[in-house]
């Protein structure tokens, strides 16, 4: 996610952050396409599964970029989200399922 410079600085990884915004950009299509309106005072369900090719990087590590992209977009701030993740390896059919609502929805 990021990346050190020579200085000791930090900055964002440039492939991270285009997998994010792509990442937001499907989000927002789903979120319209089933037409769910999100309330930005009410507790958000965020449930997500990863299925990794192999066992390198941790899975944990892919949630905050998720969490990133569901806030971006649907415009919540991640501190009402809750809900659950889980992953496994799928060589063949590596994929992150990420399924965000409310109560009823």
């Known amino acids: 996610m ?11 990884n440039p492939e991270y ?3 994010r915004d792509a990442l937001v950009i499907l989000l927002k299509h789903a ?3 089933a037409k ?3 309330c930005p005072r009410r507790k958000v369900q965020v449930s997500i ?3 990794k090719p192999n066992h390198r990087g941790d899975a944990a590590n892919y949630l905050d970029g998720i969490l990133d992209a569901v806030e971006r ?10 809900g659950d993740w889980d992953w496994a390896i799928d060589v063949k059919n590596p994929k992150i ?3 965000v609502g409310q109560d009823g929805d």
């Open 2 to 12: 990021w990346l050190l410079r020579q200085d000791g600085g930090r900055y964002l």
């Open 36 to 38: 769910v309106i999100i």
């Open 73 to 82: 977009a649907i415009g919540v701030n991640d501190r009402w989200f809750c």
């Open 49 to 51: 599964f990863v299925c």
């Open 31 to 33: 979120i319209l396409t």
């Open 97 to 99: 399922i990420v399924k």
């Open 17 to 19: 952050a285009a997998e």
